[in-house]
């Protein structure tokens, strides 16, 4: 394969908007970890719900595929919900592994409920009425619905900063992060900002599944690797900080797009991990992770 | 002396424990249950046993399988491709998966309990990707046949016993001694260990050498097994596998890892079995040719679920609850015939 300046610029942009889903996706799972500290492998599965949800909307309602992402957010918050009362909460304080347990299960259940309903759409795509036209410049070019999707992300970010740092609930749940025990005696109701915490991190994953389903073909079994992901994302970034997982998105992004260009497509998750391994044998915290205790 | 007559009770139902499973052949005739069944119960009951020893000095790891997967790989290759006896093929595959857990394990001694386990997680995926690339040796996607240490299903089936007998007493042993003391005051609080004068990244290493030796040479034991090595043993599906186990058995203790072998093996082989039945429910489910697989791995994940929520120590509890009751109750009855 040649290597071309403008096929490495290209190769770039597009792992910035690939990775602007794992951002979304991250930032969702660590907002839960850091705020619960819980463990949730089952977090792709949500995001193959997630398509899958704006995908029947779109076809069945045909409401335009980028206004099912909302219809897409507030179903999967509706099920984060369902998973924090009906199993999460159940172990909370025993055992960390539990928890961990309870989302392997979770896995099992949604990628087969999935293959139950929607097994007869296999590897199908959100039909996106930007379909097909792509902005060049200079030998440079990239599809409208990537470019829709990194601004997507941009307005979701923007909002979820916005509910963090300006709002009441955003302050419980930066206390509750900080100190579940002492929120608790400051009279912060722990339970209902565990409760807000996972919604919105379900949301965020429902928002994320969306535009996979816009970008890319889905079926039942997408979920899994996309939750490794954004593990290695937050984990890079460092746990806990919404800016550190805007970056390490965009370099695992980047990482992956690169690999697949440069080596071809099988080396891609290698050396996204291999990036990963570095950044933690170097700084064991993550890029913008705060100091251990 | 009461902790020497605990001990010498524990190892009554440990010898006792391995005598039912040796006999069990003579009762058992199906040469697939002995084979696929009770052997990889075996197998598996050493390989969630190692998961479980580095989890009782607090790490956690979900890349288990890279270490199954290092045994099996080089057992396999040293007794087909250099000719050695599979038993030190074996041995060796073990003594290699623990070199590379000594360097795994040195990359991130500084690491919390979550971060390692990404970096072993990362480090399976990164060894599938070598593996399926280097074909000439590893036989690439496909894989290669391999020959085991004993030939024939039940001969097979007592070597693996006699294996797993000393690998699991070996982890027992570890976790009962000094060292096993050490760990687990890292488990509970790192910073105190250390405050006492642990030396905690020494001690962290050790669980990391000692897990993966174990579950390298289980690696080589289940590769034998099937008679085939394939990059497919690397597969998150395997890393998963001993924290299923463990957990639902009990964490840190000696039966939780091998109960949890028995109740999963048990489940995927037998389960499979009831497809037939579940075939009725079909027509609510349109397109899917097969209702059978999907429907009985949802009742699977909730019944993963419940055990969790209902026994967070894990099955293991259960019977020790059960356990105490028998003895309260005989205790009373003494009682109640001396006055």
């Known amino acids: 394969m040649i290597v071309t300046p403008s096929g490495l610029a290209e190769t770039l942009l597009w792992g910035v908007a690939n990775g602007c889903i794992y951002i979304l996706l991250a930032t969702g799972l660590n907002l839960i970890f850091g705020v619960m500290k819980l463990v949730n492998f089952a977090h792709g599965q949500l995001l193959m719900v997630g398509a899958f949800i704006a995908y029947e909307t779109t076809t069945i309602t045909g409401l335009n595929p980028y206004m099912s992402i909302l219809v897409a957010m507030g179903s999967v918050a509706l099920i984060g919900i369902g998973l924090e009362k009906f199993a999460f909460r159940k172990v909370r304080g025993t055992e ?20 139950l309903l929607w097994v007869k759409n296999y590897n199908i795509r959100i039909p996106s009425p930007l379909e097909g036209l792509s902005l060049s410049l200079g030998g440079v070019s990239i599809n409208y619905d ?56 379900a949301a965020l994953a429902g928002a994320a599944g969306a535009l996979y389903g816009i970008l890319f073909q889905f079926n039942p079994a ?16 460092g746990l806990g ?16 797009n690169t690999a697949a260009y440069l080596l071809g497509g099988i080396w891609q998750d290698a050396i996204a991990f291999a990036l990963l391994i570095a950044v933690l044998v170097i700084r064991p915290t993550g890029l913008f992770g705060e100091k251990g205790e | 002396m009461m902790i020497d007559s605990f001990r010498s009770r524990k190892l009554y139902y440990a010898l006792a424990a391995v005598a039912v499973v040796a006999v069990l052949p003579l009762f058992v005739r199906s040469e697939y249950v002995v084979g696929s069944v009770f052997t990889l119960m075996i197998i598996f009951a050493v390989y969630a046993s190692s998961w479980n020893l580095l989890a009782y000095s607090g790490q956690g790891s979900l890349g288990h399988a ?29 003594l290699l998966s623990a070199g590379i857990g000594l360097l795994i394990g040195l990359a991130c001694v500084r690491l919390k309990a979550w971060f390692l386990a990404m970096v072993t997680f990362g480090f ?10 280097l074909d000439p040796i590893f036989g690439g996607m496909i894989g290669f046949p391999t020959t085991p240490i004993v030939q024939g299903v039940v001969p097979f089936y007592y070597a693996t016993l006699a294996i797993a007998a000393i690998s699991i007493g070996a982890i027992f042993l570890v976790m009962r001694s000094k060292l096993g003391l050490a760990f687990k005051a890292i488990r509970e609080n790192e910073l105190e260990a250390k405050m006492i004068g642990i030396n905690t990244g020494k001690y962290r290493l050790l669980a990391f050498i000692i897990s993966t030796f174990f579950a390298g040479l289980a690696g080589g034991l289940y590769v034998e097994s099937i008679l085939f090595v394939q990059v497919a043993i690397f597969e998150p599906y395997f890393s998963f596998l001993p924290l299923i186990m463990a957990v639902i058995g009990g964490l840190s203790t000696m039966e939780g890892p091998i109960i949890g072998s028995v109740i999963i093996v048990s489940i995927d082989s ?33 019944f993963l679920i419940l055990v969790v929520i209902f026994l967070p120590k894990g099955i293991t509890s259960l019977l020790h609850k059960a356990y105490d009751y028998f003895r309260e109750d005989t205790s009373k009855a003494k009682k109640n015939g001396k006055t």
Do not use: C, W
């Open chain 1, 222 to 237: 997408i979920g899994a690797l996309p939750t490794i992901k954004a593990f290695a994302i937050i984990i890079i970034g």
């Open chain 1, 96 to 115: 960390k592994l539990n928890e961990i347990f309870i989302s392997l299960g979770l896995i099992y259940v949604f990628q087969n409920l999935a293959t």
């Open chain 2, 124 to 133: 399976s995926v990164i060894a599938v990707t070598i593996i399926s690339q």
């Open chain 2, 66 to 94: 890279a270490f199954l997967g290092i045994g099996g790989f080089a057992s396999a290759l040293l007794a087909t491709k250099m000719g050695l006896p599979p038993i030190i093929g074996l041995l060796l595959g073990g």
């Open chain 2, 270 to 302: 037998f389960l499979p079995l009831t497809d037939k039945y579940l075939q009725p429910l079909s027509p609510l489910f349109p397109g899917v040719s097969n209702v059978g697989p999907p429907l009985r791995l949802v009742g699977l994940g909730l």
């Open chain 1, 241 to 256: 900080s919404i800016p550190g997982a805007v970056i390490g998105g965009l370099l695992y992004g980047i990482a992956e």
């Open chain 1, 146 to 201: 990537r470019i829709l999707a990194m601004v997507i992300v941009l307005i979701i970010l923007i909002g979820l900063v916005f509910l963090t740092r300006k709002t009441k609930i955003g302050l419980a749940m930066r206390a509750t992060s900080q100190k579940s025990d002492a929120s608790m005696l400051m009279g912060i109701n722990v339970g209902k900002v565990y409760f807000i915490t996972f919604a919105v991190g």
